[in-house]
């Protein structure tokens, strides 16, 4: 371990300091790099602080690294001259500032709608989709995988790879291709087969295993020390990719005129995404970008996956696993690494975290795409339901400014709906056929 971040040299003194802390040991063939404004990795746990690199675990507790900063005066006239992508906000990312110069998918930017037809149906006066679908391989894993990329590359990684639910593993061999770096991807021997053939056409290495998403993890673990010099998006470059979730809070509060919502929906597999926008928000309110005002952050998980939900309910931070049994396959992850501050962030915020039935998730794709022309994924349908669910419990104010975050397109789930959707009248080609139909 060498080198100490570019950017930390110029501020001197700082980089002196960071020379004498401890470091978690390296990966195999990986070595520190630029990124940024960002100033090392802090425990989320202790504050321990470590320099910049492949880190993930923190050497005195094994908490959860994250990334900290120095932010220089960040203007909103600054970011809106910016590209209509996430690298409009790089001054806020763990990334060189010439990001946009190497090769990347571009994603972000995504639409922000007011959703008066569905709002309508459920109640909620004045309700926006944040749309997510119409990234570069539709969902809103592209965000995290471009940030991601920018580490591999900055810490000199050989290999791209990750454990996916369908999503990520769609996302980085789509990122690596463009890269013109290997990918190789791990997912669940039982995935969806559209997200297969997502991600087969961008890579030859795609390997299904035989287990749930937690054995696949447990598996890229254990590859990530074995092999020499391979990012695993997710697991040791996660604190970088995990920032590219910050994007979508971001894009929301620009959206909206440069403010903050009253209260966001958005689904729960790791917890990660949560946990950014609401990191998002205090940097924006911090920056003074946006005016500080409350808001409420609500988790959305699928009742066959719902150990976030459960905790939430029993008033406990003890997050029990489970073995995943949904069609919301992409929130399949029965051992969250993020729960606990799902959990925190939904009871200091005053949100909630709420579950649905594989049916009612059904339901919420239908709802939203007869309402909106948007077709989400199993993700959406689940957050979709849950805020339905909300409303009709009682614990969100239908009468407040709310997002629901779409993250995932339907076309990649057609089996969860194919059957709840009516099938095509055929017809002999006459005008009488036609009028026998009754349409
Ligand atoms: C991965 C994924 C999520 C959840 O992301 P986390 O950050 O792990 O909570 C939500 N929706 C879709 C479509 C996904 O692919
Ligand atoms: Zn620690």
């Not at 087969?193 to 937690?214: C, E, M, W």
Request: aromatic share 6%.
């Amino acid at each position: 371990m060498s080198a100490v971040v570019t950017d930390a040299k110029q501020r001197g003194s700082e980089a002196t300091d960071r020379k004498s802390e401890t470091t978690t040991p390296t990966q195999p063939g990986l070595r520190e790099g630029a990124f940024g404004n960002a100033t090392a990795l802090s425990c989320r746990e202790c504050g321990h602080q470590v320099a910049l690199g492949p880190f993930y675990a923190c050497p005195e507790c094994f908490g959860p690294l994250e990334i900290t900063y120095d932010f220089p005066q960040v203007t909103r006239e600054e970011i809106e001259a910016g590209p209509r992508n996430i690298w409009r906000y790089k001054a806020l990312l763990p990334v060189p500032s010439d990001i946009e110069t190497s090769p990347n998918t571009e994603p972000g930017f995504t639409r922000l709608l007011k959703a008066d037809n569905l709002g309508r149906e459920l109640g909620i006066a004045n309700l926006w989709v944040k749309d997510d679908t119409t990234n570069p391989t539709n969902s809103f894993k592209d965000r995290v995988v471009a940030c991601a990329l920018s580490a591999a590359r900055e810490l000199g990684a050989k290999v791209f790879a990750c454990p996916s639910t369908g999503n990520l593993a769609n996302a980085v061999a789509a990122a690596g291709a463009r890269a013109g770096i290997k990918t190789v991807v791990f997912i669940p021997s039982n995935l969806e087969h559209p997200k297969q053939v997502n991600s087969a056409i961008f890579t030859d290495g795609l390997v299904a295993v035989d287990g749930n998403y937690d054995d696949v993890n447990k598996l890229a673990s254990e590859i990530a020390g074995e092999e020499e010099g391979w990012a695993f998006v997710n697991v040791n470059v996660r604190p970088y990719y995990a920032e590219g979730s910050k994007t979508i809070g971001y894009e929301i509060a620009e959206q909206l005129g440069w403010r903050l919502p009253d209260q966001v929906v958005i689904p729960v597999a790791s917890g990660s995404q949560l946990t950014k926008v609401d990191k998002a928000f205090q940097e924006l309110i911090k920056l003074g970008l946006v005016e500080d005002k409350p808001y409420k952050i609500f988790g959305a998980q699928a009742t066959g996956c719902g150990p976030v939900a459960t905790a939430f309910k029993a008033g406990t931070d003890a997050i029990r696993p489970v073995k995943p049994d949904t069609i919301a396959k992409s929130l399949a992850i029965g051992n969250p690494a993020d729960g606990i501050y799902v959990l925190d962030i939904a009871r200091r915020t005053g949100g909630a975290v709420e579950e649905v039935t594989d049916d009612e998730i059904r339901a919420g794709i239908v709802l939203l795409a007869r309402t909106e022309g948007i077709f989400a994924e199993t993700a959406g349908g689940t957050t979709t339901a849950v805020t339905k669910k909300l409303v009709e419990t009682g614990q969100l104010d239908p009468t407040l400014e709310t997002v629901v975050v779409n993250t995932g397109h339907g076309l990649k789930t057609l089996d969860a709906i194919a059957d709840q959707v009516g099938a095509a009248a055929t017809i002999a080609p006459s005008y009488k056929a036609f009028k026998a139909t009754g349409i």
